[in-house]
């Protein structure tokens, strides 16, 4: 649709959603598709409802019911403690209905085919965990921030693993990838283009003469900035030219977005 819509066949993305998930997704388009490998590290805000008593094959309630459980002696104090007890760095097993590919195939399309196949525990961050009640019975609304790799419909299953039942998510909404949240977010029919240099809010900004643009536009190295890097170069009219790093103490180039000088 955004292909259409600006005309354009380069766009990439930094993360998908899941298909019944809503939210923030970060879309670079031509050129700055290169920029997206820069921001698929970031920390991710979620909110989500979580049903206790009731597994899924997919962890969420897209999936066929695999499990029920009578967990109606469940409080929420109890849940909050779980939700505690899966807070800081932990390990996740990625769900069969993941994008992590194995022998070269995606989970989500072994899964379809009816094949499961075991999956290697990875440490992941949950950098907060907050329970509230919501108005159903063993039903809770959960706020979480997290590394990116992580899960939240394993976090939903884990939750009732740890309270000795079962569980699965739904209304999954994703509110934030790193500095970028929903008060800048609009529909893909209205969303608006920004500057490539918005792209990299957390990366220090270095503006070069027109010497160095030249340098950087033939991919060469320089001479290592202030702080330990990435740089966002910038001209001096104040477009993005490329995103360097430090290596063996020199700036290197990691993306060069200028066009070369011959």
């Known amino acids: 649709m955004l292909r259409k819509r600006l005309g354009e066949k380069r766009i990439g993305h930094a993360g998908t959603l899941d298909p019944d998930a809503t939210g923030v997704l970060l879309v670079g388009v031509g050129y700055v598709t290169r920029l997206m490998k820069l921001l698929s590290g970031l920390d991710k805000r979620y909110t989500a409802e979580v049903v206790l008593g009731v597994t899924t ?8 019911v695999t499990g029920r459980f009578d967990m109606a002696h469940v409080s929420l104090d109890d849940v909050r403690a779980a939700a505690r007890s899966l807070t800081g760095s932990i390990m996740q097993v990625p ?46 609304l959960v706020d979480v921030s997290v590394s ?4 939240v419909r394993s976090l939903a299953a884990d939750l009732g693993t740890a309270l000795g039942g079962g569980a699965h998510l739904r209304k999954l909404r994703r509110h934030s990838i790193g500095p970028f949240d929903e008060s800048e977010s609009a529909p893909i029919d209205s969303a608006q283009l920004l500057p490539a240099i918005e792209a990299l809010r957390l ?11 030249r340098l950087v536009a ?19 009219r104040g477009a993005l030219i490329g995103v360097y790093e430090l ?13 070369p000088v011959l």
């Open 148 to 151: 990116s790799g992580t899960y």
């Open 57 to 64: 094959s997919t962890l969420d309630d897209s999936g066929e």
């Open 247 to 259: 290596v063996d103490g020199e700036a290197v180039p990691e993306v060069v977005l200028a066009e």
């Open 203 to 213: 990366v220090q900004k270095i503006s070069v003469d027109d010497e160095t643009a």
């Open 95 to 140: 769900p069969m209905v993941s994008a992590l590919k194995v022998d070269g195939k995606r989970l989500h399309e072994l899964a379809r085919e009816g094949v499961e196949v075991e999956r290697q525990a990875r440490p992941v961050t949950v950098h907060h965990f907050t329970v509230e009640p919501t108005s159903e019975e063993l039903v809770f």
């Open 218 to 236: 033939n991919g060469r190295r320089l001479p290592k900035f202030e702080g330990e890097g990435p740089w966002a170069l910038v001209n001096q």
